[in-house]
């Protein structure tokens, strides 16, 4: 578990959505959570800098004290189930957070994670009324953005809550770069139960072998 935190929070610092100490990054296996110790450089993540603790807090392996948002993440894994949280400071995701009060559907990726991204209203980090905002920005969402502060996106895997943090990212970044060329086009709702009806008909996204 601590392998793996490490690992991912290398991955997203590469990606550009983990700068510094700016983020944190957890795994949950039952009622243990493996999560980045606070003012690790996460770049340069190695699993010494990784601490597991019991689902109710209580620090069980690691010589770190657990990342200042140790309650959000706690927060999301009782709220949701998830089995990962990957929170980050990523540019564009932080930008749209800044201005908009959620983040609309542009493109049929998207739905991968729920829809429109929620924004969560603004709270000092590191608070439990922080994780109550984003845990509710998360009803029925695999991520959400936090109103000047960043995003947090989940997964069933670590691997899958990476992925949609950067997919957060893209579509972030898509949302800016269509804003500067004018009023971007929403997919109604009409158009995204149509991209679910076929996405479900032809098994999109899952490795398919010929027959």
């Known amino acids: 578990m601590r392998d793996d935190v490490a690992v991912a929070a290398r991955r997203l610092a590469d990606e550009g959505l983990l700068v510094g100490t700016a983020g944190n990054v957890s795994v949950r296996d039952g009622d243990r959570v493996a999560v980045t110790g606070t003012g690790v450089v996460l770049g340069r993540c ?18 770190l004290v657990p990342t200042s948002e140790l309650d959000l993440h706690l927060g999301v894994y009782a709220a949701t189930g998830t089995g990962a949280v990957v929170h980050t400071h990523a540019p564009y ?7 908009l009060a959620e983040l609309p559907v542009l493109h049929y990726q998207q739905l991968t994670l729920g ?7 603004y709270a000092t980090f590191g608070t439990p009324e922080l994780a109550r905002h984003v845990v509710a920005a998360l ?17 069933d895997t670590l691997d899958r809550a990476v992925e949609h ?30 991209v679910i009806t076929q996405a479900l008909a032809r098994n999109y996204g899952t490795p398919q072998e010929n027959p």
Do not use: K
């Open 165 to 194: 943090a950067l997919l957060l990212e893209w579509l972030a970044r898509l949302h800016v770069h269509a804003s500067t060329l004018g009023t971007p086009r929403v997919l109604t709702d009409e158009q995204q139960a149509d």
């Open 93 to 99: 995701s932080t930008a749209v957070a800044c201005v």
């Open 46 to 63: 190695t699993p010494d800098d990784v601490t597991i603790v019991s689902t109710s807090g209580e620090v069980l392996e690691g010589a």
């Open 115 to 121: 829809g429109a991204v929620r924004v969560a209203p």
């Open 139 to 155: 009803d029925g969402r695999q991520a959400a953005l936090m109103s000047n502060h960043g995003s947090v996106a989940l997964g």
